[in-house]
């Protein structure tokens, strides 16, 4: 298993058209807002008003210039009702978006791309902000304000901080707790680990690693200019991050943008939060998709440094002979995909192609082995600083 880059993306049908029956609640839009936050819904009659509710609460933030956008997929319990009940009485503008989604884009990723793709054209051409976040998650009361902070300090796009919510998780089996918290300490070090690596000014340490649609902040002029999200069925907010990032977007990952959702065992997205926690009791599946084995956490953060360095030097065609043979590449295919524009998708082709560059993912019965390894790096890396070749 690894990453989702655009060249390993499978072809991506679209239909003609979706049905949308759309219904607006809540201060009239006067005219286009800065900021859009959109949901992907399915059937989340228990947990939607809360979600309205924290994100009617936020603080530092003109929600006169907000509007919110409910996805609303293949609901059959009610949620639509729920949200007509309460949305009068929030202080945003919020936008129900109903969709019956027939087989084969009735999946999170096209949920998402609906929601967003409505967000865009809903915010200001020039400096609207499209956030993201689930319907089974409470975002801090800060949350667009932050994210809005960073987004103005430079960046294309925010991925922020999500922790699980705490008195869910102790309902869980003692066993799948004891390997959470160690997948939870894994992924910090490795963020760690990763950061010390490949440092990069923008998203400096402390940070974490996660690429999760459960906060994402966006430019609307960025999600344009990459296409929109990619509506992949499982893992389409990590290819949204992926598509920033060839086109050498600017990403932080903010421990300052944070929100809470939720770790029930029964998700609505296949590959979600959810299933993966049922799995925790299996030993033989893999951890989550940012654990990878300690050496190649290390190998893959150095070589990403050692070859950004060397295109920015624009010393990178006379070392492509060196860099073929590390990764195992015929030198033709390295210098065919230095012809791209971008470092970012230069990268993202290595990763495609290189054997050496496989991601290979902890399982649970080795996760405690490569946990101690991934300390021992770490420790290093704070002591001697990072430099040379996995």
């Known amino acids: 298993m690894r990453p989702m880059t655009l060249a390993t993306q499978p072809e991506l049908a679209e239909?003609?058209?979706?049905?949308?029956?759309?219904?607006h609640f809540g201060p009239p839009l006067a005219a286009?807002?800065?900021?859009?936050v959109a949901i992907p819904v399915k059937d989340?009659?228990?947990?939607?008003?809360?979600c309205l509710g924290a994100l009617a609460g936020q603080e530092d933030v003109d929600l006169a210039d907000m509007v919110v956008v409910l996805l609303l997929n293949n609901c059959r319990d009610g949620t639509l009702e729920q949200v007509r009940a309460v949305a009068d009485q929030l202080p945003m503008a919020v936008q129900t978006h109903s969709v019956e989604l027939a087989r084969g884009f009735a999946n999170a990723g096209w949920a998402r791309k609906l929601a967003m793709d409505a967000a865009a054209d809903l915010v200001r051409p020039d400096d609207g902000i499209i956030l993201t976040t689930d319907a089974d998650t409470l975002v801090n009361e800060d949350w667009v304000a932050q994210s809005v902070r960073e987004l103005d300090g430079g960046l294309d796009a925010v991925a922020g901080f999500v922790m699980a919510d705490p008195m869910e998780l102790m309902e869980l089996d003692a066993g799948v707790l004891d390997r959470g918290r160690v997948e939870w300490e894994y992924q910090q070090m490795a963020a760690e680990l990763q950061a010390r690596a490949d440092p990069e000014p923008h998203d400096p340490w402390p940070r974490h690693n996660q690429n999760c649609g459960a906060s994402a902040a966006i430019w609307a002029r960025t999600y344009r200019r990459i296409g929109g999200l990619p509506p992949l069925p499982v893992g389409e907010d990590r290819a949204l991050f992926e598509r920033v990032r060839q086109f050498d977007g600017k990403i932080r990952h903010s421990l300052d943008v944070q929100v809470v959702t939720s770790a029930r065992t029964d998700g609505r997205a296949m590959g979600g939060v959810a299933e993966q926690l049922r799995l925790r009791g299996d030993p033989d599946h893999p951890c989550d998709d940012a654990l990878e084995v300690a050496v190649s956490t290390l190998r893959r953060a150095l070589w990403r440094n050692q070859l950004r360095r060397s295109w920015e030097a624009g010393t990178l065609e006379a070392e492509a002979p060196v860099w073929a043979a590390r990764l195992k590449l015929p030198l033709d295919a390295v210098r065919a995909a230095m012809q791209t524009a971008h470092f970012g998708a230069?990268?993202?082709?290595?990763?495609?192609?290189?054997r050496?560059?496989?991601?290979r993912l902890v399982t649970g019965e080795e996760l405690k082995r490569e946990f101690r390894r991934l300390r021992r790096l770490v420790q290093s890396a704070r002591r001697n600083g990072v430099a040379g070749a996995a």
């Open 32 to 36: 286009a807002p800065r900021v859009a």
């Open 15 to 23: 239909p003609a058209s979706f049905d949308i029956s759309i219904e």
């Open 44 to 50: 989340e009659v228990e947990r939607i008003v809360q």
């Open 356 to 359: 050496k560059l496989e991601w």
């Open 346 to 354: 230069f990268w993202a082709e290595m990763e495609r192609s290189s």
